[in-house]
Every structure is written in C-alpha cells, then in structure tokens.
C-alpha cells in the first residue's frame, strides 16, 4: 500500500526559505503512471494547489508561486521536495504531498487528452513562519 | 481563470440522512476534470470522485458524483458518523493547474 510522509521544520523564520521532503514508501516514485504533488492548507481555509513534478523532472508550478518556487525529486531516495524561498506569515499552514494520477479522457472525435487528480495523500506537516 | 463555488457552506445533517453538496464553476468545464475529496481534521484528504463521477478504489457506494457544464453533485445517500468532514470539489486545467472549491462542511 502507498504510503506518503512529510518531512521538514515546523518552523520557519520571515524571508528564509521553507524546505520540505516527501518521502515515498509502498510503491516506486519512478512510475511512469503518476505525477507527485504539493498542496497547502492555510489556518482556516481551503486547500491550494502548490505544484506538481514527474519523477524525470518535469515541473508545473502554481503561477502565484512560481518566482519562489523549487520543487526536486530524488528518485534513488524515492523522494520528492519543496523549497519555497522568501517566506512570510502567508505561506503558514499544513502542508500536503501527494500522488497525482492519470486518466484517459476522449473527446467527441476521439481524440485523446490527459486528466489528473490526486489519488493518495500524506497526513500533512504544519509549517508555522515566524520569528 | 476557473472559480469553483461550493454551496452550501455548512450542512447540519443527522446519521442515515442523504447530502447533497453542490459545486459551481465559473464557467463550463470538462467533466472528467472535476474530482470531489474528503478530509476530516488531523487527517490526510481523500479521493473520493475523479472524472465527475468515477469513484475512486475502496470507496463506498453510497457516495455518488453527477454533473456537467457549470453545476456538480456529490450525493451522500445515508450518512455514517464517519461521512462527517469538509469536502472539497476540485478542477484541473491543463495550463493553470488544480483549484480547490472553499469547501461544504457536513455536520451533525
């Protein structure tokens, strides 16, 4: 069974950069099936999309976030990880990592297009920037 | 840019009764991009429906997803004392990523 583990400080100081790890167990990050992703809770609100990285590399960010954003993976670890520099009170909250999976959609004329949605999740680690 | 509107923000509801949770985008979407989740406090979110109405692997039948264009449903059809949590609708675009509605708390 999959199982996803967030990793990193619970707390960190305005203007550093927050720094957290995925670590995956019970299946491969280098499958080629699946995308891994962050995701964010603020206190009190919804849930917000950070970004995504497949395990060759290949990233799509957020666009409120992009300018401060690294997401890396290290497939010899079967871990993914998030940086996101220049922080402020804002980017408190829990932080999720998960899988990202892919279906097949059709269009009318049968031509083929992706769709995603994240089909296992980590219990979340709270992140709290302060001095 | 899609918005998602969930309604209503709140739904008082006993055990056994049916949940109807309601989720509006801003504009007509594809309905395999709308996926509903689960997430109760102190615990990892959940799939629950992908595709619409595809339900995800070990869910139960009693959670059922429907819609198309602008207006989705997530029916709960007998609520257990485990249902209760916030659900969250959620669309992907392929250029601008995952956006979450605000959320539909069910509580009793």
């Known amino acids: 069974q999959l199982h996803l583990q967030e990793s990193g400080p619970g707390l960190v100081k305005p203007s550093e950069t927050l720094s957290l790890t995925c670590t995956v167990s019970?299946?491969?990050?280098?499958?080629?099936?699946?995308?891994w992703a962050w995701i964010r809770q603020p206190p009190g609100k919804g849930l917000d999309w950070i970004g995504r990285?497949?395990?060759?590399?290949?990233?799509y960010y957020n666009p409120s976030l992009k300018s401060r954003l690294t997401i890396s993976v290290d497939t010899s670890k079967n871990q993914f990880s998030l940086r996101l520099s220049s922080v402020t009170a804002a980017d408190s909250g829990v932080y999720f990592c998960?899988?990202?999976?892919?279906?097949?959609?059709?269009?009318?004329?049968?031509?083929?297009?992706?769709?995603?949605?994240?089909?296992?999740w980590g219990k979340g680690t709270t992140v709290t920037v302060s001095s | 840019e899609i918005v998602l509107t969930q309604s209503p923000v709140t739904l008082s509801l006993s055990p056994g009764e049916r949940a109807t949770l309601s989720c509006r985008a801003s504009?007509?979407?594809?309905?395999?991009?709308l996926a509903w989740y689960q997430h109760r406090p102190g615990q990892a979110p959940r799939l629950l429906i992908f595709g619409a109405s595809g339900r995800a692997t070990g869910i139960p039948d009693r959670f059922s997803g429907s819609g198309s264009g602008t207006d989705f449903t997530l029916t709960i059809s007998r609520l257990e004392p485990e249902d209760f949590a916030v659900y969250y609708c959620q669309h992907y675009d392929s250029s601008r990523g995952f956006t979450f509605g605000p959320g539909t708390k069910v509580d009793i």
């Open positions: 019970g299946g491969s990050i280098s499958s080629s099936d699946h995308y």
């Open positions: 504009q007509s979407v594809t309905s395999n991009y």
């Open positions: 998960a899988r990202v999976d892919v279906g097949s959609g059709y269009t009318k004329d049968w031509s083929f297009y992706p769709y995603y949605y994240m089909d296992v």
């Open positions: 990285i497949y395990y060759a590399g290949k990233t």
